[in-house]
C-alpha cells in the first residue's frame, strides 16, 4: 500500500517516514505537482494545509484515510470523504501548548509593542514608549477548546481576569478556573485582548466582523491563533484605520501567505506570524507521529485513536 506525505515539514528519512516504511508502506512526498493527480494511487495520506477537496478525493479511488497533522481539518471535505468511506483523522490536542504560548507572546509584543521598539533600535532610535502589563488586563476568550483552556491557564497565571464565550462551554473547566462565561457582545465590550480559538465553519466565518470590531474597546487588541476566515479582513482594516482598536497580531490569515496588497500590511500596530503557532519541534513531533499512526491503524483494519467521521474510522 502507498501513504502520500503532504506535510512540508515532514521529510524522507525523518521520524514519520521510517515509521511508516517499518509498516510496509510505500511513502511518497509531495514535492510538486497537482494534488489531484498525486492522489490516484494512494491509499492513505499524512496532510498539511492542502485543500483535500470533492474533487481531490474523488480522483483517489483507493483512498481510505488522511491523517492531518493538525488539529483542524477544514482544508478536507469531510462529507465527501465520509461518503466515499474515507476517515478524517485530526490530532487535536498535540499542539495546544505550542498555540498558547504563542498567543501569550502576541499579547505580549501587543503589549509592550515589541515589534515597534526593535524596528526603531535597529534604525537608530531609543524611544520607550509606555506599554502596559498583562496582570489585571481582561482576556477574552472566543472558544474554550483545548487551546483556548490552555491560553486561559497561562492568563489566569499571570493574573489577568479570564472571560470566555463558547456555544458548548465546560462549565467544570470554568468554575474550576475561574474563568467567567459570557454572551459574545460581553466578552467583546469588555476585554483588553480578544483571542481566538474557535474551529471554522459556516457558523463562525466572519464572526468578528465590523459589528463585532465595533463592540470592542479602542484600546484593545484581537489576537487570533484560529483560523483566518474567522475574522473578517476588510473590516479590521477599516477599524484599524479609524482608530477603533488599539492592534492586533494575527497567525492565521485568509489567505496564505499573507498577499503582498493586503491592507493590514499597511499598519504598523498590526503583528502577522506565518502561521507558525504550532510549530514548535515538540508539537510536530507529536502531530507527525500522532498521524501517521491513525494511517497505519485505518490501513491495518483498526480504529485510530480519534476521527471526526467514525463511522468510516475502520
Not at 159 to 167: Q, T, W
Request: with cysteine.
Amino acid at each position: 500500500m502507498r501513504v502520500l506525505v503532504t506535510t512540508a515539514w515532514l521529510q524522507p528519512g525523518d521520524h514519520v517516514d521510517r515509521l511508516l516504511q517499518e509498516e510496509g508502506f510505500e511513502v511518497v512526498h509531495k514535492r510538486s505537482g497537482r494534488l489531484v493527480d498525486l492522489v490516484r494511487e494512494v491509499d492513505g495520506v499524512v496532510a498539511g494545509t492542502d485543500a483535500f477537496t470533492a474533487e481531490v478525493l474523488a480522483a483517489a479511488p483507493k483512498l481510505k484515510v488522511i491523517g492531518r497533522t493538525g488539529a483542524g481539518y477544514d482544508n478536507i471535505d469531510t462529507e465527501a470523504a465520509t461518503e466515499r468511506g474515507i476517515a478524517v483523522c485530526p490530532t487535536p490536542g498535540v499542539n495546544r501548548r505550542a498555540v498558547a504560548e504563542h498567543t501569550l507572546a502576541l499579547m505580549l509584543n501587543c503589549a509592550r509593542s515589541l515589534p515597534q521598539n526593535i524596528l526603531s533600535v535597529r534604525s537608530g532610535g531609543w524611544e520607550q514608549p509606555s506599554g502596559r502589563e498583562l496582570a489585571g488586563a481582561t482576556l477574552g476568550i472566543v472558544g474554550l477548546g483545548a487551546i483556548g483552556k490552555s491560553v486561559a491557564e497561562l492568563g489566569t497565571l499571570l493574573g489577568m481576569e479570564v472571560l470566555a464565550y463558547d456555544p458548548d462551554l465546560d462549565l467544570d473547566f470554568a468554575t474550576r478556573t475561574g474563568v467567567r462565561a459570557v454572551a459574545l457582545d460581553e466578552l467583546l465590550r469588555r476585554a483588553d485582548f480578544v483571542s481566538l480559538h474557535i474551529f471554522l465553519d459556516d457558523s463562525t466565518r466572519h464572526l468578528i466582523d465590523a459589528a463585532a470590531l465595533a463592540t470592542m474597546k479602542p484600546t484593545a487588541y484581537l489576537i487570533n491563533t484560529a483560523r483566518g476566515g474567522v475574522v473578517d479582513e476588510d473590516a479590521l482594516a477599516d477599524a484599524l484605520e479609524r482608530g477603533e482598536l488599539a492592534g492586533a497580531a494575527l497567525d492565521v490569515v485568509e489567505v496564505e501567505p499573507l498577499p503582498a496588497a493586503s491592507r493590514l500590511r499597511e499598519h504598523d500596530n498590526v503583528i502577522v506570524t506565518a502561521h507558525v503557532g504550532a510549530a514548535t519541534t515538540e508539537s510536530r513531533a507529536r502531530s507527525g507521529r500522532m498521524a501517521a499512526q491513525a494511517v497505519i491503524d485505518v490501513l491495518n483494519g483498526r480504529a485510530p485513536a480519534f476521527t471526526v467521521n467514525p463511522q468510516k474510522g475502520s
